[in-house]
C-alpha cells in the first residue's frame, strides 16, 4: 500500500521519544559537556527509544475522490528525494525503505576520501573520527558530489545520516551547508546504536539554508521496515 495515496489531516508531529529517553538525553547531554571527546556508547544492549509515532491519522477523502483526483498522490505530482550519508549500511537500509515507500529517488552522499572500518573506530583515540570529533562542526569532509541532480525539483527531502557522538554525523556538513533547502520539506531521519534523536534534526536544520524542517526521527540500527511505514504514515505530508 502506498503511503503516498492517503491524505491526513495535517497534525503536529510529536515525539515521544523525548520523554521515553529522557535519562539518557540528560545523560548524553552532561557527557558532551565533561570533555572535548568523550566515546560515543553505542551499546546494542540498551534499551531501545520508544519511537512510535505520536501523529492521529485520518483518512478525509473517499476513495472515490481518490480515484476521480489521481493529482493528489503526492509522490506522482511531485518528485521526492530520499539523501543520506551511511557508514556502515544501517542508515541506507532506512533511507531504501522510505524511498520505496515513498515511490522516492535516492542520492547516496560520498565522501571523496570515504572513511575505513579503521577510520570510525571510536574507541581508538587517534583515530580519523577522534581526531575530527571536537572540531566537528567545522570539518569540511569533501563530498564525491554535494548537489543531487534536478535538486531543485524537489520539494520533499529525506535527508538520512548515523549519529555520531549524539548528534549528526559530520560528513553531512558540506551538503546541508552548501545546499539551499528554500521551498522545501526536509524529513531530517538518522540511525543510531542507543543514542536517542536529541538535538540531531533541530542543529542540522539549524546549519540549512531554508526549508520547512519536519522534527527528525532516530530509528535504531537494526529498525524493522514496519518502524519505518510507521512512521511515514505519521507523517503531515
Ligand atoms: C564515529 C561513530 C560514533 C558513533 N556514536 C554513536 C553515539 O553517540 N550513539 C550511538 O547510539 N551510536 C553511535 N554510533 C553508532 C552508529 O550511530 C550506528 O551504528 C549507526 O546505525 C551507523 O549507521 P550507518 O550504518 O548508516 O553508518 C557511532 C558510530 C560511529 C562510527
Given amino acids: 500500500m502506498s503511503i503516498s495515496r492517503r491524505v ?13 529517553a ?3 538525553l540528560a545523560a548524553c547531554a552532561q557527557e558532551e559537556q565533561s570533555a572535548s571527546v568523550e566515546r560515543p556508547e ?5 534499551s ?16 472515490e475522490a481518490e ?8 509522490a506522482a505530482a511531485a518528485p521526492v528525494l530520499v539523501a543520506y550519508y551511511t557508514n556502515t549500511g544501517n542508515t541506507g537500509r532506512v533511507a531504501e ?3 520505496q515507500e515513498m515511490q522516492a529517488d535516492t542520492f547516496l552522499i560520498e565522501c571523496m576520501d570515504p572513511y575505513t572500518a579503521e577510520d570510525v573506530n571510536w574507541r581508538d583515540e587517534n583515530s580519523r573520527v577522534s581526531q575530527e570529533m571536537p572540531r566537528r562542526s567545522e ?7 554535494v548537489t543531487p541532480p534536478d535538486w531543485d525539483s524537489y520539494k520533499t527531502v529525506f535527508v538520512g545520516c548515523p549519529i555520531w557522538w549524539q548528534s549528526f554525523s559530520w560528513v553531512m556538513n558540506d551538503f546541508v551547508r552548501q545546499n539551499s533547502f528554500q521551498g522545501k520539506t526536509v524529513i531530517p531521519f538518522f540511525t543510531s546504536s542507543s543514542s536517542p534523536l536529541g538535538e540531531s534534526d533541530t542543529a542540522m536544520a539549524a546549519e540549512a ?6 522534527p527528525g526521527m532516530r530509528f535504531s540500527s537494526g529498525a524493522s521496515e514496519e518502524e519505518i511505514r510507521q512512521w511515514l504514515e505519521s507523517l503531515p505530508l
Fill in 8 to 20: 491526513f489531516v495535517k497534525t503536529a508531529m510529536t515525539l515521544s521519544a523525548a520523554t521515553a
Fill in 22 to 24: 529522557g535519562g539518557l
Fill in 42 to 46: 553505542p551499546e546494542e544492549t540498551a
Fill in 48 to 63: 531501545e527509544v520508544d519511537n512510535t509515532p505520536a501523529a492521529t491519522r485520518e483518512p478525509v477523502e473517499t476513495p
Fill in 67 to 74: 480515484e476521480a483526483a489521481p493529482a493528489s498522490d503526492a
Fill in 97 to 99: 525503505v522510505i524511498a
Fill in 139 to 145: 570539518v569540511d569532509v569533501e563530498l564525491v558530489s
Fill in 209 to 214: 539554508d531554508g526549508g520547512d524542517w519536519l
